[in-house]
């Protein structure tokens, strides 16, 4: 079930984001699928945990591809296709390797880790693929305000998913007293 809530969180996120403009929020651009994808740190770090680094490594993988698979099939030019999977890549990996160096709890491990991860994500999708250097959807005047954006939503989306787990936890408890 945790695979298939992080690979289906991934493809979803791509959904979103295709098929709906970015959101506006003051001067920040924030795609739809954004949202999703600071759920997918969380969800890979619970897979991590069930399955440890290396089977993780698989996942990755599989999800890289579905991911290029359902960008491109939603009609995403070639620079947003190539700009997501680079990013997907450089985050997950590094995400996954600080994730598993760190001996703190679950939930720090899943902040710090979701920290240096989202703001990889953002930071290499941004300049690859909308930037002028890519899909020049976004001039460089407003780049920090797409990267910004991104970054805030997928940090507030790993905050409320440490805080599920964190309560789901805390109930499991309660119930086996």
Do not use: H
Request: proline fraction near 2%; glycine fraction near 6%.
């Amino acid at each position: 079930m945790r695979i298939a809530l992080y690979l289906c969180a991934i493809i979803f996120a791509n959904i979103l984001t295709a098929r709906f403009a970015p959101l506006q929020m003051g001067v920040f651009i924030i795609p739809y699928g954004s949202f999703l994808i600071g759920v997918t740190f969380v969800l890979r770090d619970i897979v991590q945990n069930k399955y440890g680094k290396k089977k993780t490594y698989l996942f990755i993988v599989t999800a890289l591809v579905l991911s290029a698979i359902s960008s491109y099939l939603l009609g995403d030019t070639m620079w947003i296709v190539f700009a997501s999977a680079i990013s997907f890549a450089v985050s997950e990996t590094t995400d996954t390797e600080i994730y598993s160096r760190l001996k703190l709890s679950m939930n720090a491990r899943i902040l710090y880790s979701g920290i240096v991860g989202g703001i990889l994500d953002s930071s290499i999708f941004v300049v690859i693929g909308i930037s002028p250097l890519g899909a020049n959807l976004v001039p460089w005047e407003f780049i920090w305000m797409a990267i910004l954006g991104q970054v805030i939503i997928k940090l507030s989306m790993q905050f409320l998913g440490v805080i599920v787990l964190n309560s789901s936890n805390l109930l499991k408890r309660e119930l086996a007293n």
